[in-house]
T-cell receptor
Framework: GDSVTQMEGPVTLSEEAFLTINCTYT??????LFWYVQYPGEGLQLLLK?????DKGSNKGFEATYRKETTSFHLEKGSVQVSDSAVYFC???????????FGSGTQLTVLP | DAGVIQSPRHEVTEMGQEVTLRCKPI?????LFWYRQTMMRGLELLIY????????DSGMPEDRFSAKMPNASFSTLKIQPSEPRDSAVYFC????????????FGPGTRLTVL
C-alpha cells in the first residue's frame, strides 16, 4: 500500500533558525499532499496542502512544494519561533487508497 | 463554529469494562473519521463514515471495537471489553467531502485501560 516517509525527530532548533522537514510518498499518480500540525494536548490541524505537481502550499510562514519528479513535499520555514514547537505530520490522499496516509510525525522543539 | 466535539476528554477504566467515546461533527460535514494515536503505531485510521454509512472499517483492530453513526450529528466508538493495549488517544475528524478534503480534528479522548 501507499506510504509516507518523513524525517525522524526529534528536531531541536534555536529561535530564528531555518527549518526543513523532509517528506516523501510512494502513491502513484497525482495524490493530494498535506502537512498537519499537532500542538501539545490538541488534535491535528491542517497547516498547508497542495493538490497538483509544482503547486506550493503556504501558511504562517511555512511552505512546501509538490515535487512529482522526486515524490517529495518537504516542509520549510525561514525563521522558526518558540510557538512553532509541535509535531508535524506529512500526509497524502490518493484515489486508490481513498483515505489519508500519514507519516509518523516529526517532533519540533524551538528554544528561545 | 464550535469545531469537532469529543467526549470525554479523558477516560480511565479497568480491563474488561466497556468504553464509549463520543463525537459531534461540525455541522454540514458529511464524512467522519475515527483515528487512534499511540507512540508505537502513530496515527491509525480505524473507520470512515460518509453520509452516516460506514465506508471503510478495515482499520478496526478486532471485534471488540465497534462504531456507529446513527445520524449526521453524532457518532460513537465502543470498546467492549477493553484491554490495556487499547490505551491511546482517540481522535474524531470530519470533512465536507471524502478523505481528500481537509479534515478537522477534535481534541481527542485520552483512554487509559488499567
Amino acid at each position: 500500500g501507499d506510504s509516507v516517509t518523513q524525517m525522524e525527530g526529534p528536531v531541536t532548533l534555536s529561535e530564528e533558525a531555518f527549518l526543513t522537514i523532509n517528506c516523501t510518498y510512494t502513491a502513484t499518480g497525482y495524490p493530494s499532499l498535506f502537512w498537519y500540525v499537532q500542538y501539545p494536548g490538541e488534535g491535528l490541524q491542517l497547516l498547508l496542502k497542495a493538490t497538483k505537481a509544482d503547486d506550493k502550499g503556504s501558511n504562517k510562514g511555512f511552505e512546501a512544494t509538490y515535487r512529482k519528479e522526486t515524490t517529495s513535499f518537504h516542509l520549510e520555514k525561514g525563521s522558526v519561533q518558540v510557538s512553532d514547537s509541535a509535531v508535524y505530520f506529512c500526509a497524502d490522499f490518493s484515489g486508490s487508497a481513498r483515505q489519508l496516509t500519514f507519516g509518523s510525525g516529526t517532533q519540533l522543539t524551538v528554544l528561545p | 463554529d464550535a469545531g469537532v466535539i469529543q467526549s470525554p476528554r479523558h477516560e480511565v477504566t479497568e480491563m474488561g469494562q466497556e468504553v464509549t467515546l463520543r463525537c459531534k461533527p461540525i455541522s454540514g460535514h458529511n464524512s467522519l473519521f475515527w483515528y487512534r494515536q499511540t507512540m508505537m503505531r502513530g496515527l491509525e485510521l480505524l473507520i470512515y463514515f460518509n453520509n452516516n454509512v460506514p465506508i471503510d472499517d478495515s482499520g478496526m483492530p478486532e471485534d471488540r471495537f465497534s462504531a456507529k453513526m446513527p445520524n449526521a450529528s453524532f457518532s460513537t466508538l465502543k470498546i467492549q471489553p477493553s484491554e490495556p493495549r487499547d490505551s491511546a488517544v482517540y481522535f474524531c475528524a470530519t470533512s465536507t467531502g471524502g478523505g481528500g478534503d481537509t479534515q478537522y480534528f477534535g481534541p481527542g479522548t485520552r483512554l487509559t485501560v488499567l
